[in-house]
């Protein structure tokens, strides 16, 4: 079967890492379909040559309409603020899509989740909404593949407020730093081997840097008005709690997950089976320049 015999379900393809893969599956000649919320919104972000089917993954009859014809689906969703949220989406969503697309005889499941997802690192409501996600994969049955991503680059602008970029908590460990451009060649590249199939692959950057680290390469090279600052996960709780923001105070416990767990697993056999990436973080700057107000 070639690529372009094969359709490709992308659910979330209007997140942030769902739609560099949804592209790339596009670019490498698959037929890609969108499970999509907002059918006008997909479309203006992502333009022709993609099945739009309007759905919610929460409605059975929605997502069952859009397994019709399909030989994978990819799962990029994203829960939370609260912990329910969490729940719902990392954990019975990724649960739900899988048990679907098993009864639909749908060929494999990828599904993105982190490094930091482990029995022994699920300390927080996200690490142990995505352990059970995975977990939930694994038992159902479908054949899947889950990448363990390291932190993204496309995340170090979404730290930027005005002239400063927040450094949360004491971010001690090394981070291969990846891009999604890379991540999504490789998510492409995995459904043209069944070698990936049934594995968890780690899917780390060309080098380390620690969280400061990246900030300032990032900083200096793409939005030179900006200055880390750094901030405490303590206060960042305080101050959530005093203005009533679940956003903070989410986003304090996501970072004191990272102050405690640094990257563990190694990348070697998603580097071998589906190349290394590339693209450094001083590329990635060098292309992703802020536009200074
Ligand atoms: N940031 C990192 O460095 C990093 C590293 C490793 C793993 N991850 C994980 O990567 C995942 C994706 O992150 P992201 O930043 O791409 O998230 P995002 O931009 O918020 O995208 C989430 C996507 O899910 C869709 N969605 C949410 N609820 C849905 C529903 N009920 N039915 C159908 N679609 C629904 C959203 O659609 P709408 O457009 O309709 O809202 C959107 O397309 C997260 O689980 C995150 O934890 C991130």
């Known amino acids: 079967m070639t690529n372009t015999d094969k359709t490709i379900l992308v659910i979330g393809g209007t997140g942030m890492l769902g739609k560099p893969v949804a592209q790339q599956l596009k670019a490498d000649g698959f037929k890609v379909c969108l499970l999509a919320r907002n059918p006008e919104k997909a479309k203006s972000m992502l333009g022709d040559g993609y099945e739009i089917v309007k759905g919610d993954f929460e409605d059975a009859g929605t997502l069952k309409a859009a397994l019709a014809g399909v030989d994978g689906i990819h799962i990029s969703l994203k829960g939370g603020p609260r912990e329910k949220d969490f729940d719902r989406v990392d954990h019975h969503g990724t649960r739900i899509i899988a048990e679907a697309a098993r009864s639909a005889g749908v060929g494999r499941v990828t599904l993105i989740s982190a490094y930091a997802v482990s029995e022994e690192k699920a300390d927080t409501p996200e690490s142990r909404s995505k352990l059970k996600g995975e977990a939930a994969l694994k038992s159902s049955g479908v054949p899947y593949t889950i990448f363990r991503c390291s932190w993204f680059m ?32 490789m998510v492409s590249k995995s459904y043209q081997t069944d070698e990936t199939l049934n594995k968890e692959l780690y899917i780390f950057g060309p080098e380390a840097h620690t969280m400061g680290e990246a900030m300032k390469i990032y900083t200096e090279i793409a939005a030179p008005d900006v200055k880390v600052s750094p901030i405490s996960t303590g206060m960042l709780l305080a101050l959530g709690m005093l203005s009533f923001n679940t956003e903070w105070k989410s986003m304090s416990t996501l970072m004191g997950h990272y102050e405690r767990h640094g990257e563990d697993g190694s990348s070697e056999e998603a580097d071998r089976l589906l190349e290394k990436p590339q693209i450094t973080l001083r590329e990635w700057s060098r292309k992703n320049q802020r536009n200074i107000q």
């Not at 927040?166 to 990846?178: D, E, K, R, V």
């Open 154 to 185: 496309e995340t170090l602008p979404l730290f930027v407020q005005g002239k400063n970029i927040s450094l949360i908590g004491n971010q001690i460990h090394p981070l291969h730093w990846i891009a999604a451009e890379d991540y999504a060649r």
